[in-house]
């Protein structure tokens, strides 16, 4: 009788743990046979797609993100680019020529380009370039323009230069208006911080290579010498 007892206990508990197994909640975070452990390797080697948790977090990513650094005027709240240039062997009316001509070419010849012009002393131009994203050397695409004043000041044998009020306007959808922001919001922005940084670094390119052809052509020509040739 006693060995009877002991049989029924032992498939009476057999019979419990078979049922809280059936009715264990599939949900449960002890419950998931798709789980896989990403730490693990047969040949017990370093995986070497693994990354430090740290530097993969997003946050973490924001925090020690370097940003592009701008000549930002923390009085006027305003981003600029400004140079002085001498040039010792060029009058004034030379090079406020120059300026204009180069005005003419790269912005157009629109009456509402010169704001101000000041024979031989100053000018002031409404100006704009193409705006481009950059998958590669060698393959871009247009992503609206830049606006911005390029204003020159000339005195007999140097200039100075000013781009500023810079404003960056996006492609002209096909119905509605197209966004603009100036260059401040995306410099000052807590938010999309990588985009934005992104477009300035973009902007800041076409701009430093508009800045060199301005240099370029306010440059005196190369006087060649008849004797050598």
Do not use: C
Request: hydrophobic share 30%; aromatic share 14%.
């Amino acid at each position: 009788m006693k060995t009877i007892s002991i049989v029924l206990t032992i498939f009476l508990l057999g019979i419990s743990q078979i049922t809280f197994a059936q009715g264990q909640d599939q949900n449960a975070p002890t419950y998931d046979y798709s789980y896989t452990d990403s730490t693990s390797n047969s040949n017990n080697t370093a995986d070497s797609t693994v990354t430090d948790s740290a530097t993969s977090d997003p946050e973490y990513n924001i925090a020690t993100y370097k940003r592009i650094v701008l000549n930002y005027d923390s009085n006027t709240n305003l981003i600029s680019y400004n140079g002085i240039v001498e040039q010792e062997d060029s009058g004034s009316d030379s090079l406020y020529a120059r300026a204009k001509k180069f005005g003419e070419k790269i912005f157009g010849k629109d009456k509402n380009i010169f704001e101000v012009q000041k024979y031989g002393q100053k000018l002031i131009m409404n100006g704009s370039i193409t705006a481009y994203s950059y998958a590669n050397k060698y393959n871009k695409k247009s992503i609206g323009k830049y606006e911005f004043k390029f204003i020159v000041l000339i005195k007999e044998g140097r200039y100075k230069y000013s781009i500023t009020n810079l404003v960056h306007q996006g492609p002209v959808p096909a119905n509605g208006k197209p966004f603009r922001n100036y260059f401040e919001y995306y410099y000052n922005s807590t938010t999309n911080i990588r985009g934005n940084d992104v477009i300035l670094r973009y902007a800041d390119r076409e701009i430093k290579n508009t800045i060199a052809r301005f240099q370029s052509s306010m440059k005196e020509p190369k006087l060649v010498d008849e004797d050598e040739w």
